[in-house]
Every structure is written in C-alpha cells, then in structure tokens.
C-alpha cells in the first residue's frame, strides 16, 4: 500500500471535506425540493416523490457534515460568516429547511414535519439576518462592491420568502390563528421585496458599472431570477389565501399588483442572464466542472415554474400555464447536469482513493 492510503488518508479526506464545506451546500435541498413541487404540480408524481425522498437524505446529510464543522472548526465557520463573499450562503440552511418543509405539506399532507421545519427556519432567520448582517456593518475591514458582492446575496430574500410561503401552506392546520399566521406571512413576503430592491440595486450597479471577468459570471447569479420568482410565490400563496383573512381582502389590490411586478421582473432576468451565461461558456470559454455553486442555477428554473404555475392559478390567467409546461424541463436538464457533476466527482473520489491503496 502506498504512503498516504488507508484508514488515515480517508480520515484526513473526511476531515478536509468537513473543514472546507461550503455554508452555501443547503442550495442542494432548495433545487431539490423546488423541481420536486414543480414536478407534482404538473402531474409528474415519479420524479416528484423519487426527489421528495432524495430531498430527506440530503437535508440530514448536509446537516451532519455543518453540526460536525460547527463543532469542529468553529472558527472557520465563524470566519466564513464574517465573509461578504460567503457568508449570506449560509441563508440556504433557512431556505433549505422551508421549501422541504413545504414538500412535506403538499407532497403528503404532513404538517407536523412541516411546521418543525419552518420553526427552524423561523429561528434560523431571525438568528443569522441580524448576526450577519450586523457583523458585516460594523466590520472594521470591507471589501469593494465590485469584490464583497455576487447573487448568493439574494438568498437573504429567498430564505425570508420561503418562511412566508411554508407559512401560508400551513395556516389551514391552525384554526383560529389563521389571521396571525398570514399576517406574519405577509409581513414576511413584504421584507423579502424590500431587501430585494435594495440588494439587487447593489448588483446591478457592479454589472453596469465595474468590470466584469466570465469566470466571475458564476451560476449564482441566477438567483437575481430566482429571488423575485420565489417572491411571486410567495405573493401568489397570499392570494390563494386572501379569503381566511380580512387584511388580505382589503389588501388583494396591492399584493395581486405587487406579485405580477416580481413575476415580470423574474421573466425579464432569464433572457439576459442566458446571454451573459452564453458570454461566460462560449466566449470567456470557462469549462462545466461540477461546483455547488451551479445548485444556484437550478434552483431559480425551478421555482420560476413552480411561481408561473401558482400566479396562473391564483390570478385565472390560464394562458400562463403554457410556461411552467415546456420550462419544467429545463429545470429537469439543469438538475440532471449537475447531479450528474456530484455523482461524478464523488465516484472520482472514491476511485482516486482505491488507486492509490
């Protein structure tokens, strides 16, 4: 056996994988459990459950490996917190947590995990926005816009729309707080469009106005699409639920008017996002190699047909569902690719392992 194989090497592999695991990894449940929902609102009931159950084992495992690097190495958990670059990615933790939540109740009508997982997503967000977002205020120490700043930002407003959404879903199975649950859920959905507006002002004045590298161009930014889908979403849930609260009847106007804004502006993202992505693949030639970061991508495609489909629903306009028919399968490709990419770089892994004993 070679120097540096076995049992030792293995445990040094583990330990460098658990020390290095990106806060942003949670993005694999979001885009998971997002084509899953899509797939079972569109009557794909095989892809949706096979994903629904695959959606479980990576949510435990992905909370095993952060529990063990919070344990472990917590001053690089705690460094990558402090990063402008990495630590708004550690809002997947609270998207993750919703959108699984939310298979929960639409997949299988359970609402005891559901409500679980939302309380955690509760209390995650109300833990990581101030913290980070306070740490990075009074930080001595900044970077540029141009350096500090890409499209995980956004995830601040995907994990504050996904509560408002799970919130909505599992307002039928608390009779009697139904005012107080969609209340807190469209403060929620309120939050996330204010954030978004000011986050998404920041990237678009670094697109515009600093240069830009295509191996900077990176899948991330896709959620400048997937931000305001998800808020469609979440606008669209409200909607739906408008008749088991006064509030929202008097204020079905606005959210109705506010929801077909973030619909337009998701839509309005996809044709300039697949030009910049051609510049980056095609021109800057940068080569597909499996990243977590491209979990970033498929999210949005997935939940820009999932939000199509409900605004569809929620507001009569049926020509809509035309989208969320063809657009679906581009999330499928999307996530096939990269799952592809885990699988492959796993399997190298296993065999560069095997080669060297």
Same mark, same amino acid.
């Given at each position: ?46 892809? $949706? ?12 495992? #992905? ?64 833990? #990581? ?68 507006? #000011? ?37 669209? $849930?409200?909607?739906?639920? $408008? ?115």
């Amino acid at each position: 056996m070679k120097s540096g194989s076995g049992p030792e090497s293995e445990r040094s592999k583990l330990q460098s994988a658990i020390a290095d695991f990106p806060p942003a990894y949670f993005s694999m449940v979001m885009a998971t459990g997002i084509v899953s929902i899509a797939s079972h609102l569109l009557d794909i009931p095989l892809v $949706s459950v096979a994903l629904f159950g695959l959606n479980i084992v990576c949510y435990i495992v #992905l909370w095993i490996f952060t529990c063990a690097r919070i344990f472990i190495y917590p001053r690089r958990f705690f460094d990558d917190l402090k990063d402008h670059f990495k630590g708004v990615g550690v809002f997947t933790i609270v998207a993750g947590s919703c959108v699984l939540g939310s298979q929960f109740v639409i997949l299988m009508n359970a609402f005891k995990p559901a409500t679980a997982l939302l309380t955690v997503g509760i209390v995650s967000w109300g833990l #990581l926005i101030y913290f980070i977002f306070t740490l990075f205020t009074v930080s001595a120490e900044k970077p540029s816009i141009a350096s500090g700043i890409n499209g995980v930002w956004l995830v601040s407003i995907v994990a504050t729309q996904s509560i408002s959404i799970l919130s909505c879903l599992i307002v039928s199975h608390f009779p009697g707080f139904e005012t107080l649950i969609l209340f807190f859920s469209l403060c929620m959905f309120l939050v996330g469009g204010m954030l978004y507006f #000011l986050i998404i002002t920041l990237i678009f004045y670094r697109f515009m106005f600093f240069s830009l590298k295509p191996e900077a161009l990176g899948p991330p930014y896709w959620i400048n699409m997937g931000a305001v889908a998800i808020s469609t979403l979440a606008g669209a $849930s409200l909607v739906l639920n $408008s008749d088991k609260a006064a509030l929202l009847q008097v204020l079905l106007p606005f959210i109705t008017g506010v929801t077909v804004l973030f619909w337009a502006v998701a839509t309005w993202w996809i044709p300039y996002l697949l030009l910049l992505g051609a510049w980056r693949y095609m021109i800057g030639r940068i080569k597909f190699t499996y990243d977590p970061q491209y979990w970033g991508m498929v999210f949005p495609l997935g939940m820009y047909t999932t939000c199509t489909f409900q605004l569809a629903k929620a507001i009569h306009l049926d020509f809509l569902l035309k989208i969320p028919q063809l657009f679906i399968y581009a999330a499928f490709l999307a996530w096939g690719l990269t799952f592809f990419g885990l699988l492959k770089l796993l399997v190298r892994s296993l065999f560069s392992h095997g080669n060297a004993s």
